[in-house]
Protein backbone atom coordinates (compact mmCIF):
# COMPACT_ATOMS: atom_id res chain seq x y z
CA UNK A 1 0.00 0.00 0.00
CA UNK A 2 1.13 3.30 -0.83
CA UNK A 3 1.28 5.63 1.34
CA UNK A 4 2.72 9.65 1.83
CA UNK A 5 2.72 11.32 5.35
CA UNK A 6 3.17 14.49 6.02
CA UNK A 7 4.35 15.82 9.20
CA UNK A 8 5.29 18.97 10.95
CA UNK A 9 2.90 21.14 10.80
CA UNK A 10 1.82 23.51 13.68
CA UNK A 11 0.85 26.93 15.33
CA UNK A 12 3.41 29.12 14.36
CA UNK A 13 4.07 33.38 14.53
CA UNK A 14 4.61 35.49 11.74
CA UNK A 15 8.53 35.22 11.43
CA UNK A 16 9.09 32.14 12.46
CA UNK A 17 10.36 28.68 10.77
CA UNK A 18 9.06 25.10 10.15
CA UNK A 19 9.95 22.67 8.60
CA UNK A 20 7.35 19.96 7.04
CA UNK A 21 8.28 16.28 6.32
CA UNK A 22 7.07 13.39 3.98
CA UNK A 23 7.68 10.01 4.29
CA UNK A 24 7.11 7.72 2.09
CA UNK A 25 5.80 3.65 2.23
CA UNK A 26 5.40 1.20 -0.63
CA UNK A 27 7.05 3.97 -2.99
CA UNK A 28 10.54 4.82 -3.74
CA UNK A 29 10.23 8.51 -4.01
CA UNK A 30 13.94 8.64 -6.24
CA UNK A 31 11.61 7.51 -9.07
CA UNK A 32 9.22 10.29 -8.25
CA UNK A 33 9.19 13.87 -9.31
CA UNK A 34 7.97 15.48 -5.82
CA UNK A 35 6.07 18.26 -4.86
CA UNK A 36 4.45 20.39 -2.50
CA UNK A 37 0.83 22.11 -2.58
CA UNK A 38 -0.68 23.85 -0.22
CA UNK A 39 -4.20 24.61 0.69
CA UNK A 40 -6.39 27.79 2.28
CA UNK A 41 -9.96 27.50 4.16
CA UNK A 42 -12.33 28.61 1.31
CA UNK A 43 -9.75 28.76 -1.29
CA UNK A 44 -8.38 26.32 -4.08
CA UNK A 45 -5.24 24.13 -3.79
CA UNK A 46 -1.99 25.75 -4.93
CA UNK A 47 1.21 24.67 -6.20
CA UNK A 48 4.36 25.70 -3.66
CA UNK A 49 7.49 24.08 -4.70
CA UNK A 50 8.54 20.87 -6.95
CA UNK A 51 11.92 18.95 -6.80
CA UNK A 52 13.43 16.90 -9.56
CA UNK A 53 14.12 13.01 -9.38
CA UNK A 54 17.70 14.02 -8.42
CA UNK A 55 16.92 17.46 -6.77
CA UNK A 56 19.03 19.08 -9.04
CA UNK A 57 16.20 21.23 -9.39
CA UNK A 58 13.68 23.38 -8.33
CA UNK A 59 10.60 25.46 -8.96
CA UNK A 60 8.33 27.55 -6.56
CA UNK A 61 5.64 30.01 -6.48
CA UNK A 62 6.49 33.33 -6.64
CA UNK A 63 5.09 34.57 -3.23
CA UNK A 64 7.63 31.75 -1.47
CA UNK A 65 10.79 32.22 -3.10
CA UNK A 66 13.73 33.23 -1.20
CA UNK A 67 11.33 31.88 1.95
CA UNK A 68 10.93 28.05 1.07
CA UNK A 69 13.31 25.31 0.18
CA UNK A 70 12.15 21.98 -0.95
CA UNK A 71 15.07 19.23 -0.90
CA UNK A 72 15.09 15.53 -0.47
CA UNK A 73 16.81 12.66 0.93
CA UNK A 74 16.46 9.82 -1.36
CA UNK A 75 18.39 7.50 0.65
CA UNK A 76 16.12 7.99 3.77
CA UNK A 77 12.95 8.22 0.81
CA UNK A 78 11.72 11.38 2.24
CA UNK A 79 10.91 14.66 1.23
CA UNK A 80 11.25 18.23 2.85
CA UNK A 81 10.01 21.60 3.10
CA UNK A 82 12.28 24.23 4.94
CA UNK A 83 9.74 27.37 5.94
CA UNK A 84 11.31 30.83 6.85
CA UNK A 85 9.99 33.90 7.56
CA UNK A 86 6.41 32.37 7.56
CA UNK A 87 3.84 35.04 7.15
CA UNK A 88 -0.36 34.32 8.18
CA UNK A 89 -1.08 33.93 4.35
CA UNK A 90 1.19 31.02 4.74
CA UNK A 91 -1.53 29.52 6.19
CA UNK A 92 -3.01 26.39 4.80
CA UNK A 93 -2.54 22.61 4.98
CA UNK A 94 0.13 21.52 3.31
CA UNK A 95 0.07 18.38 0.96
CA UNK A 96 2.90 16.46 -0.21
CA UNK A 97 2.60 14.78 -3.89
CA UNK A 98 4.43 12.44 -6.00
CA UNK A 99 4.58 12.28 -9.93
CA UNK A 100 6.47 9.89 -12.13
CA UNK A 101 6.28 12.74 -15.18
CA UNK A 102 9.12 14.70 -15.95
CA UNK A 103 7.14 18.43 -15.49
CA UNK A 104 4.40 17.50 -13.94
CA UNK A 105 1.23 19.94 -13.78
CA UNK A 106 -1.02 20.34 -11.00
CA UNK A 107 -3.34 17.19 -11.97
CA UNK A 108 -0.08 14.77 -13.02
CA UNK A 109 0.48 13.82 -9.48
CA UNK A 110 -0.39 10.66 -8.78
CA UNK A 111 0.01 9.81 -4.70
CA UNK A 112 -0.90 12.61 -2.39
CA UNK A 113 -0.66 12.76 1.80
CA UNK A 114 -3.13 13.56 3.78
CA UNK A 115 -2.07 16.73 4.81
CA UNK A 116 -0.40 18.56 8.01
CA UNK A 117 -1.91 21.62 9.20
CA UNK A 118 0.37 25.07 9.37
CA UNK A 119 -1.37 28.15 11.01
CA UNK A 120 0.25 31.20 11.18
CA UNK A 121 -0.83 34.56 13.82
CA UNK A 122 0.17 37.28 13.19
Known amino acids: QVQLIESGGGLVQAGASLRLSCAAS????????LGWFRQAPGKEREFVATISWSGASTTYRTSVKGRFTIFRDNAENLLYLQMNSLKPEDTAVYYCAASVKYLPGALDYEYWGLGTQVTVSS
Open 26 to 33: GLTLSNYV
